[in-house]
């Protein structure tokens, strides 16, 4: 298996532009996670899907902030309007929920907000 | 709200020495996970320590979990210079995989 994968590996925008981050989960994983990734914050649990469905989106900052699942291989996670302050690595993980599996991360979407 | 803090948040060894980055949570949890993380990489999963008194290793590291005592321990042994990365440890909050993440150990291993 290829592993998570996340696109794209860098993004640079201009403020007020729309952002969209992609991520397909190892096949066979019922959930998907996305974290930030800050100096400041550390590592931030945004949001989570379990079977497609949004279990819980409350470290989601704010509502410029939005994710969707539209099946069990891919995922989006949308900034609109992006703002300097949502310069952050990106991280996209998949687990299958059982008995305490592990969560596989994939290489993180670096975006930088100007 | 469950805090996860570790420490050191930096530490700096020679080769050959023993130490040990500490995991503290807040709130009662039977699931604990470390990660590895290379400068500019993803995480890699270390362990995952399920019950009271678990123990694992892997090569030059162990891990254990104190679950009355809130507390996780990460041991280096003999450290080599490949070793050096951030520490993480995650609580799983729900059950549920919802992790919650220390602030990390940045540890360099200098020759």
């Known amino acids: 298996d290829a592993g998570v994968i996340q696109s794209p590996r860098h993004e640079v925008t201009e403020m007020g532009q729309e952002v969209t981050l992609r991520c397909k989960p190892i096949s066979g994983h019922n959930s998907l996670f996305w974290y930030r990734q800050t100096m400041m914050r550390g590592l931030e649990l945004l949001i989570y899907?379990?079977?497609?469905?949004?279990?819980?989106d409350s470290g989601m900052p704010e509502d410029r902030f939005s994710a969707k699942m539209p099946n069990a291989s891919f995922s989006t996670l949308k900034i609109q309007p992006s703002e300097p302050r949502d310069s952050a690595v990106y991280f996209c993980?998949?687990?299958?929920?059982?008995?305490?599996?592990?969560?596989?991360f994939g290489s993180g979407t670096q975006l930088s907000v100007l | 709200e469950l805090k996860v803090e570790q420490n050191p948040l930096f530490l700096s060894m020679q080769e050959g020495k023993n130490y040990t980055i500490y995991c503290n949570y807040s709130t009662t949890s039977d699931r604990l996970y470390w990660y590895r993380q290379d400068p500019g990489k993803s995480l890699e999963s270390l362990f995952v320590l399920l019950s009271n008194g678990a123990v694992k290793q892997e090569g030059r590291l162990m891990a254990s979990l104190d679950t009355k005592a809130r507390l996780s321990t990460l041991h280096i042994t003999a450290a080599v210079h490949d070793l050096s990365a951030t520490y993480f440890c995650a609580v799983d909050l729900q059950g549920a995989q919802k992790l919650v993440f220390g602030q990390g150990t940045r540890l360099t291993i200098n020759p």
């Open positions: 993980a998949s687990s299958f929920t059982g008995a305490a599996e592990k969560l596989f």
């Open positions: 899907f379990n079977n497609n469905v949004p279990i819980d």
